[in-house]
């Protein structure tokens, strides 16, 4: 039983207009050409002179923790702040974990962190 088959086994060259676009030169946009194509894109906020002045303005959460944990060690933080978390087989990844979903736990941390970077 011969079947034919009018159906090339070639692949197909649907091209799509970006793949058009990158055959020729690229010329990369300017600030200015961004901004009038997105004009929401140039209202960004600038940082306010009290956010500057505060200490964890820009520092991470884990970059708090690490930092903490070098200076003091897991077993200062557990007798300052009474959780689990630093009590228990600490890790970082719990620890971040509660600490984000846990606001007063939060706020006790940084207040460490805060007086850490007074002392110096």
Excluded at 89 to 112: C, Q, Y
Aim: overall charge neutral; glycine content about 4%; proline content about 4%.
């Amino acid at each position: 039983m011969d079947i034919k088959n009018n159906h090339k086994n070639e692949p197909t060259d649907k091209r799509k207009q970006s793949d058009e676009l990158s055959d020729a030169e690229f010329k990369a946009k300017t600030n200015e050409e961004l901004n009038e194509e997105r004009p929401a894109r140039r209202n960004r906020r600038q940082a306010t002179e009290e956010q500057l002045n505060n200490p964890l303005h820009g520092v991470k959460l884990a970059q708090v923790l690490e930092r903490l944990v070098e200076h003091y060690g897991w077993k200062y933080l557990a007798e300052r702040v009474n959780i689990r978390c630093f009590m228990y087989n600490p890790t970082m990844k719990s620890s971040l974990g509660f600490l984000r979903k846990t606001p007063w736990a939060r706020e006790h941390v940084e207040d460490i962190y805060l007086e850490m970077l007074e002392e110096g």
